[in-house]
């Protein structure tokens, strides 16, 4: 295949310069497990570390869900981005020049109105740098840089956050984007654009408003927010809309400039606008990010507990904030991660952090609010016994059945055993009954609602159950050791030929192994992966679940020769004899006879005779046993 990129040097030279270990490490926390390192999957809700990252090998792989590949592959999956798109990131991050892509026919038309996520995203980053130009304009930005100089925020900070500022007229980003050649309906996908309910055109969506680029953990902006700058305008912020490449549940404002922080603290803090993470980020306080208009979800802790072991949520103790630290109860009970919740009152009269940390010594006092946090549980039983003061015996037990029976609903009682008995301990203790009655709790509790299982969760179990047949287990071999391809002959490789595998998975795998076959780069997995990317792109499908394939066959027979090459060479070998003598076996019940005269039945005999002499006289021990034996 002659591939999309003049040669495979670009790819080659971007895995070569991108450690695996350090490239998952940026994303989540590993931990050293012997020669490999351990971490949380996160492509399915994984509570154990399951995910393995190889550094000999320069692979990852999760056992439990099928997902692995290269470092290309992590990132492509991790950011929903297609193979060029991951090599480009991966090669900026490495100060690597790609050689100029061709591309392929045919647009990236997945998305409404005929716009894919790489279009949105450019979009993205073209608004954000002309609300940049506004903000530096003298006569445009003059209002927004007075509210910014209002808020103290700093020049370094304005740089980091990429802060903007959109003009007060309702076509200023329509006009600059037609100039650029924008295509309008990528505006509309990224939501920066309305269509006019009378008449024809489009309007900005964000008017006169400071901006906030909105960013995922790459730094990629992905959405807006804007704060009105006129007293008269509402509402006081306004958020762009969901889009294909933004979800509200799942992003966190300055994950982008927190997660090393994060990382390196074990503890996320949560504020509640723009300007509060901003004012933490200038106080040198960085492993604090913002939700964006909504309670913490458990979208959010999926992305959090990748990073860190806590929360801490920091909301206003109004009635909002009460509500979004009592939701936080729901994600508790499904996220394996902690929760504590901490308030301004009691320490300073600031109302928000922004306030509290443009004071003299305000950032000693923040640390030490977050410091004192209080667990969730703790904090939920506190607030109920504040309640019931004065209440009688009568009252006060019907309200604590009333909270462990919502805690049963919310599925307290299908935690995992381990974590189950710590809650009924810390419920119990935070509570102050017997443990006993939280446990009497959870078992008369309706518990929670079954609900069917989601794509993804069909898809883990889907692989748990998948095993590998003979056919299969052979690819694995090549893919393990790529000098096997060259000990076979035309007969035994048209054993891997793809009309030969029932799974649509398996088949593109033995299309990506001879393809790298024929083109001379060899049968090695990361040869194959390359190989699948290329056939990706040429027909503008996904084949990730195909390199993941690929990868859980290589891992299978890494896993079951115990990297042992004599084994590995001997199963190959056995996978090419039980396969030759199931095709003899099938030519043999149809009766044919090749040129020379020789019966398939004399053929098999001749051949299974053989494969007896082979085997006494090797005599390699521990063989895996071939599926389907």
Not at 126 to 132: E, H, L, S, V
Not at 583 to 603: F, I, L, W, Y
Request: charged share 30%; aromatic share 6%.
């Amino acid at each position: 295949m002659s591939g999309l990129y003049p040669q495979n040097d670009d790819v080659q030279r971007v895995r070569d310069a991108s450690d695996i270990v350090q490239v998952v490490g940026e994303h989540l926390t590993l931990k050293p497990k012997g020669r490999e390192y351990v971490g949380l999957c996160p492509f399915h809700d994984d509570r154990n570390p399951s995910m393995s990252v190889v550094p000999a090998k320069q692979i990852f792989h999760c056992f439990v869900c099928g997902t692995g590949g290269d470092v290309l592959t992590f990132v492509q999956k991790y950011h929903s981005m297609d193979f060029r798109e991951a090599l480009e990131f991966l090669a900026s991050r490495a100060n690597i020049e790609l050689t100029p892509f061709r591309g392929r026919s045919g647009g990236d038309d997945d998305g409404p109105r005929g716009v894919g996520n790489k279009e949105i995203i450019a979009a993205n980053e073209m608004a954000a740098g002309f609300y940049r130009a506004v903000l530096s304009h003298p006569e445009h930005g003059e209002a927004a840089r007075a509210v910014i100089e209002r808020r103290g925020i700093s020049d370094e900070m304005v740089e980091r956050f990429m802060i903007g500022a959109s003009p007060d007229r309702w076509d200023g980003l329509v006009m600059f984007a037609e100039k650029r050649g924008v295509r309008i309906e990528a505006l509309l996908g990224a939501g920066l654009v309305k269509d006019r309910e009378r008449g024809d055109g489009q309007y900005d969506a964000l008017r006169n408003r400071l901006i906030f680029p909105i960013c995922d953990q790459i730094g990629r902006v992905i959405a807006f927010g804007g704060r009105k700058i006129a007293e008269e305008d509402e509402p006081k912020y306004l958020n762009s809309p969901e889009t294909a490449v933004f979800k509200k549940s799942t992003t966190l404002f300055g994950i982008n400039h927190a997660a090393r922080a994060i990382k390196r603290e074990r503890t996320a803090v949560i504020v509640e606008g723009y300007t509060d993470v901003i004012a933490c980020h200038q106080a040198g306080v960085e492993h604090v990010v913002g939700t964006l208009g909504t309670a913490l979800t458990s979208g959010h802790a999926t992305v959090l507990r990748r990073l860190c072991d806590t929360v801490v949520l920091l909301f206003d103790g109004d009635a909002a904030g009460i509500k979004a630290a009592d939701r936080a109860i729901e994600v508790l009970l499904s996220e394996t991660i902690d929760i504590r919740i901490a308030a301004l009152a009691g320490f300073t009269d600031a109302k928000d952090p922004d306030e509290l940390l443009k004071r003299e010594g305000g950032a000693e006092i923040f640390l030490r609010v977050i410091e004192q946090s209080v667990d969730l549980i703790k904090w939920k039983f506190d607030r109920l016994r504040e309640e019931l003061k004065g209440a009688g015996p009568a009252r006060v037990t019907q309200r604590i059945e009333e909270e462990l029976n919502r805690l049963s609903e919310l599925g307290l009682g299908e935690l995992e055993p381990v974590r189950r008995r710590l809650m009924i301990r810390q419920i119990a203790q935070a509570a102050r009954v017997e443990e006993r009655v939280v446990t009497e709790a959870i078992r008369t509790g309706r518990g929670r609602r079954p609900i069917g299982a989601s794509e993804g969760e069909r898809r883990v179990r889907g692989e748990m159950n998948w095993k590998p047949d003979a056919r299969e287990q052979l690819l694995g071999c090549l893919l393990y050791d790529a000098k096997l391809w060259t000990l076979m002959n035309g007969e035994q490789r048209e054993l891997t030929s793809l009309e030969r595998f029932n799974s649509t998975l398996s088949r593109s795998v033995a299309e990506g192994v001879h393809g790298s076959a024929e083109n001379g780069t060899g049968t090695g997995l990361h040869a194959v992966l390359a190989e699948l990317a290329q056939i990706g792109e040429e027909r503008g499908e996904d084949m990730l679940d195909a390199s993941q394939r690929a990868t859980t066959l290589f891992q299978t027979v890494a896993r079951d020769c115990e990297g042992i090459e004599e084994r590995v060479t001997r199963l190959f070998n056995e996978c090419i004899g039980s396969l030759s003598a199931r095709d003899a076996r099938n030519r043999m019940e149809a009766g044919v006879v090749d040129d020379s005269g020789e019966s398939e039945a004399q053929k098999l005999a001749r051949f299974l005779a053989g494969e007896r002499e082979s085997r006494s006289r090797t005599g390699v021990g521990g063989r895996p046993r071939i599926s389907g034996e």
